[in-house]
């Protein structure tokens, strides 16, 4: 019964390479996030949909494309992995409206690239 | 400058204690404010909001200044549990960021026995 969950929980993977995050949510939020979490623990948005649409797309390089099939299913799927794309990947969701900035936060996807 | 900024400690306190946290923001049009926490290795999660008057929950209280750009959390009588990394969150001004959470670094505390 979790609330918002990601696969896999950890990523080890060549440069190079590419892979995918998977991110569902139960809550019947209507929007969903990703955020980056760097080795200084900044938070960062990278990208969110409302309802399948795209609608906070930040700068982020073209190597990364988030992909919605439905409301509450949110993928991210990163080409060409560098040292640079390890970190924590969190994926999140709300409900636009009053309660847009309270989100609830998936567990993390822990992406090591060597 | 930062957008948001937050001293990072880390903190130590004994059990009992009281302990502020402060954070400042750079953009006077931001509208909205927030502390969430997260645990070691574990997700964030929302504390509080923060509204212009100040507001508590239990044993927190969060206040925002919005002339000195300054929103601060304080925590009384700290538990062991209260060992976190706690996030102070901006919400920009525009409806182009809409759902954007902007986050501080953090700040770490550890209460001790």
């Known amino acids: 019964d979790t609330a918002v969950s990601q696969t896999p929980k950890y990523l080890v993977t060549q440069m190079g390479n590419d892979k995918s995050i998977k991110c569902e949510q139960n809550?019947?939020?209507?929007?969903m996030y990703w955020y980056k979490q760097d080795s200084k623990k900044f938070l960062k948005i990278m990208f969110s949909?409302?309802?399948?649409?795209?609608?906070i797309n930040e700068t982020v390089p073209n190597r990364f494309s988030p992909k919605s099939p439905d409301k509450a299913h949110l993928n991210l799927h990163i080409n060409s992995l560098e040292l640079g794309d390890s970190a924590v990947y969190f994926c999140?969701?709300?409900?636009?409206?009053?309660?847009?900035?309270?989100?609830?936060f998936g567990p993390g996807t822990r992406l090591t690239v060597t | 400058r930062k957008e948001v900024e937050q001293d990072p400690g880390p903190f130590n306190v004994p059990e009992g204690a009281t302990v502020a946290f402060n954070c400042t923001y750079s953009?006077?049009?931001?509208?909205?404010f927030f502390w969430y926490r997260q645990d070691c290795r574990k997700e964030p999660k929302l504390l509080m909001s923060?509204?212009?008057s100040g507001n508590e929950d239990g044993r927190f209280t969060a206040q925002l200044n919005r002339a000195s750009q300054y929103i601060s959390l304080l925590i009384r009588d700290s538990k062991l549990s209260d060992s976190a990394t706690y996030l102070c969150v901006v919400v920009p001004a525009g409806g182009t960021s809409y759902g954007k959470l902007t986050f501080g670094q953090g700040t770490i505390l550890t209460v001790h026995p």
């Open positions: 949909y409302n309802n399948k649409e795209l609608i």
């Open positions: 953009n006077s049009a931001s509208q909205s």
């Open positions: 999140a969701s709300s409900l636009r409206g009053s309660g847009v900035y309270e989100q609830y």
């Open positions: 809550l019947g939020h209507d929007t």
């Open positions: 923060v509204y212009s």
